[in-house]
């Protein structure tokens, strides 16, 4: 008995308590919702695989950089005042994969509006390098949202237009990475007789218009833009002239912008380009 005391001493309680891969995970769904919860954005990130893929309704976010430069940081760094609930937490897990289940209550102020979200999640984790990541999110929920408070339409319309002057702009810097953030996944762009698509823009139209933009000052005479609860539309007049390529360029374009309300802020979904040249006399 002495002895077998003795080595239950020298093996610890660990020994005899060492959690259980359910265990690991609900800890680090934990330490998850408290960086979240607290603002702790080092916290939070370290805890996403590079590989991880993020869904919320139509928005998908591909790779760290993707979802937490486009999702997560801007998101979570809006939040003022979070206060969330976690239940029906379900989790399934073998010794390096795991899959959590849950219903969530996040109550918060973003961007000066009230947001009471209720919905459901589903994450997938990956035990990498004897750590727990996030691999997948996947949230599902209505997200209802008050009236807008009085004054809150003219703050939209000013969200709504710095967001078309960030895309003009990164154009005219030749960041597509940054022109490319502010497209929605499903966006659509008109331009030239043609219809493309996100990925088709980038691999088409975007390298020429991103040349054409820095090569040719583009400046704006007019925009109107409306909102619509989660919509908004921002129609603009643009004069463009310059030297492009060896030819003189004096033309009159309009844009209509189309953008929605996303967790990470305004995001375009459609864009209309047309011009024509301005003619002497007329």
């Not at 309680?13 to 959690?19: D, E, I, M, R, S």
């Not at 370290?46 to 976010?61: F, G, K, M, Q, T």
């Not at 029906?88 to 899959?99: E, G, K, P, Y």
């Not at 969530?104 to 209720?118: H, L, V």
Request: a neutral charge; charged letters at 25%; glycine letters at 8%.
């Amino acid at each position: 008995r002495i002895v077998t005391g003795f080595l239950f001493a020298l093996a610890g309680p660990g020994a005899v308590a060492a959690q259980t891969p359910d265990a690991e995970v609900r800890a680090a769904v934990a330490e998850y919702n408290r960086a979240m919860v607290a603002k702790d954005l080092p916290a939070l990130k370290a805890l996403l695989a590079p590989e991880i893929v993020l869904y919320e309704h139509s928005v998908r976010n591909i790779g760290l950089d993707d979802v937490w430069e486009h999702h997560l940081r801007p998101e979570v760094s809006a939040f003022e005042n979070m206060r969330a609930e976690f239940t029906d937490v379900r989790v399934s897990a073998t010794s390096d994969m795991a899959l959590v289940t849950r219903q969530y209550s996040i109550q918060a102020i973003m961007n000066g509006r009230p947001i009471d979200a209720k919905g459901n999640e589903t994450m997938g984790w990956a035990r990498r390098d004897g750590a727990w990541r996030v691999t997948h999110i996947h949230y599902s929920h209505p997200c209802p949202r008050p009236p807008a408070p009085p004054g809150q339409a003219a703050n939209d319309s000013g969200e709504v237009a710095g967001t078309v002057e960030r895309f003009h702009a990164a154009l005219e810097a030749g960041d597509s990475a940054a022109a490319l953030g502010l497209l929605a996944d499903d966006v659509v762009i008109l331009e030239s007789g043609g219809a493309e698509t996100r990925d088709e823009y980038r691999a088409g139209h975007l390298p020429a218009d991103i040349a054409f933009a820095k090569a040719v000052p583009s400046r704006r005479e007019s925009m109107n833009v409306r909102v619509r609860g989660e919509a908004a539309w921002a129609s603009a007049i643009r004069t463009t002239q310059g030297e492009y390529r060896g030819r003189q360029v004096n033309s009159r374009g309009v844009e209509l912008i189309v953008l929605s309300r996303e967790p990470g802020g305004w995001r375009i979904r459609a864009i209309h380009w047309s011009s024509r040249a301005i003619r002497q006399g007329g």
